[in-house]
């Protein structure tokens, strides 16, 4: 029986959604439930996960790619039982990652697989190459919006290319910031309507949905997880339910067209 991590992206058309702050809280609870936990920080030009956490790491995925540094001396861990890979912020190079850095990323990430019981992937939003490419190699796609026209419009357009391009069909959707379920559910169809209308095999499982939470707010600001401040809020009672369902994806067993990380023992398995 081939032993995987189960590795998830979290995902946007449009920046702003909160999908940091998601991610970053529902590593936080998957460790409270018994989960080894790697967050990998995938907006490589633009890193933002130790900067919601308060943390200073002094090497990131550059150094993998450009000074030969090995992956461990990259991983950092955090002070809530879960190990993140930092990116670098500011630097052009980082934006579209060439065919071979991909590749060794991949290779790199293999050392891995015995060690970590579930991998986190924090896309940058929208559809450049590297948001499509690890969402690629992730084997769901946890799509976030908020209850406005752009960021479904925008998460429409997310689902559209990797359906069309990569023939990506199974998506996960949270709605964040909204002001009551009904809101929330009322978004999620309206994504469902377009995709069934326009995307023809396309399937989105509602996850779950995350309330405005004034908590949440001050969490971002005093660079600390919700879940660790407020740990009795709606906001984080809604992340640990999301967090409940994601303990329930089974780890799939073969490849789905598309690279994916942890490969490896995919094809030797098959």
Known sequence: MTTLPLVFSVTSGKGG????????????????AGKHVL???ADLGLANVDVLLGLTPQK???????????LSDILFPTPYGFSILPASSGMSKMLTL????????LEAMDDLENTIDCMIVDTGAGISDNVLYFNLAAQ???????????SLTDAYALIKVLKLNHGVEHFKVIVNMAPDVRVAKDMFLRLHLACDHFLSGVSLD?????PRDLAMRKAVVDQLPICH???????????????????TWDVPENL???IKFFWKKLLFHN
């Open 17 to 32: 959604v909160g999908k940091t702050s998601i991610a970053v809280n529902l590593a936080l609870c998957l460790v409270k």
């Open 98 to 105: 060439n065919t071979g850095q991909k590749l060794e990323l």
């Open 206 to 210: 509602f996850v779950g949905s995350i």
């Open 229 to 247: 401040t407020t740990p009795g809020g709606p906001a984080c009672h809604a992340l640990q339910a999301i967090s409940k369902t994601i303990q």
């Open 140 to 150: 769901y796609r946890l799509v976030v919006l908020t209850p406005e026209p752009t």
């Open 256 to 258: 789905d067209g598309n």
């Open 60 to 70: 990131n995925l550059f150094h993998l790619f450009h000074e030969e540094v090995i």
């Open 39 to 41: 967050l990998l920080d």
